[in-house]
């Protein structure tokens, strides 16, 4: 038998190595704390925050049953925003969360973390990304900190994949808080689908293809990605009609449908629940992108493209009797040549695979929205 007696290994830590990514702390002392429910801050991506006052996406009681795994998901805090002015030199977050990370495929800043931006309308650029031990509930930590004043417009991306108990604001003694600038229309950007429209798996919030397009267009979207649980229920067709001055309904829930005969039956209906209470609301129907496994797994191709084209001939049919606010995207070659070049397990995008679906449906989003407002100005 051979004896090993040479020493264990020592353990790399990037934390004493690599002072970049040491774990702040936000300086709690020093700091005046705000909360987001409070003027003149702004909270976007909840459809029932004005009256119920909680970081969710569907109503604290639905009006309408809806599967227990949906109504927990919907605890998830994806495509929530906040956004202020303020001429204070530092600005920090203090975040209490249903439960810490535990995701084995994403990292905890995009699980639970939060991430700010600065510049305003049309110049926003990522300025910073939460630090925190993965699995904490709990956290604190700086975001922004520059040397000189002056008024700055801020967002902060809510966590993708976990819930928000608390979120504080903290920001120098003696600075200002003004109110942010109002998005360019008071039209909501609605969008129903799966683990990837509730941004799984980003690295922070910021990259999640709802939030990139909301940066972008300056408007509010509202995120109705359920992971694992984008199943085309009628309920949520009806929760999403609920939504008020809905710019339009994004649909893309192909990836969690069940199978092509499945979608058979529930595509339709979604599509007639929400007409019932918004006729002329432009719908946009978006087909799934491709498996990374798709070259070795031919099965996986084959039922993409039925179900392509069970959704082209579905949309010529609705549009020939009568229905033309209606649009098909073919999300196919969104992630180029190889998809699984652009995702983390062949299946969820990574940032680059986010801004690739944000580049794509961003045109197709501006021209839908600007024929409506076109055709509504006459």
């Known amino acids: 038998m051979v004896q090993n007696n040479s020493p264990e290994p020592e353990k790399v830590s990037p934390f004493q190595l690599d002072q970049n990514m040491k774990i702040d702390h936000a300086g709690t002392d020093e700091w005046l704390w705000y909360s987001p429910l409070e003027e003149p801050f702004r909270v976007s991506g909840f459809a029932w925050f004005d009256t119920e006052r909680i970081y969710r996406r569907l109503p604290a009681v639905p009006e309408v049953p809806v599967r227990p795994e949906v109504d927990t998901l919907a605890n998830c805090t994806s495509g929530g925003q906040i956004r202020f002015r303020t001429d204070s030199r530092h600005v920090s977050v203090r975040v209490r969360l249903k439960a810490g990370s535990g995701m084995y495929h994403m990292p905890p800043t995009g699980e639970c973390g939060v991430d700010a931006y600065i510049g305003g309308p049309g110049e926003w650029k990522h300025a910073g990304t939460a630090r925190f031990q993965p699995g904490q509930a709990e956290y604190e930590s700086s975001l922004f900190t520059v040397e000189d004043?002056?008024?700055?417009?801020?967002?902060?991306?809510?966590?993708?994949?976990?819930g928000v108990e608390e979120i504080w604001i903290g920001?120098?003694?003696?600075?200002?808080?003004l109110a942010p600038e109002p998005y360019d229309s008071g039209a909501r950007v609605v969008i129903y689908g799966t683990s990837i429209t509730q941004g799984g798996c980003a690295s922070r919030p910021g990259m999640s293809y709802t939030n990139i397009l909301s940066r972008r267009l300056h408007l509010e979207f509202i995120n109705l990605g359920f992971s694992g649980n984008g199943k085309g229920e009628p309920e949520l067709a009806e929760l999403a009609a609920q939504i008020s001055e809905p710019a339009c309904l994004v649909i893309d829930y192909e990836a969690n449908c069940g199978g092509t005969e499945a979608y058979r039956q529930t595509l339709p209906r979604y599509i007639e629940t929400y007409r019932k209470f918004h006729p002329e609301v432009p719908v946009i129907l978006v087909s799934r992108i491709p498996h990374g496994a798709e070259s070795f797994m031919p099965e996986f191709r084959e039922g993409r493209l039925e179900r392509k084209k069970f959704q082209m001939e579905l949309i010529r049919e609705l549009t020939e009797a009568g229905d033309h606010n209606l649009t098909f995207v073919d999300g196919s070659d969104w992630l180029g040549d190889d998809p699984g070049e652009t995702t983390v397990d062949g299946v969820h995008p990574t940032d680059l695979g986010f801004k690739l679906m944000a580049d794509r449906l961003e045109p197709v989003l501006r021209q839908v929205i600007g024929d409506r407002a076109a055709a509504a100005r006459g």
């Open 171 to 177: 920001m120098e003694p003696g600075a200002e808080v």
């Open 149 to 162: 004043r002056k008024a700055r417009s801020f967002l902060l991306n809510m966590p993708l994949y976990q």
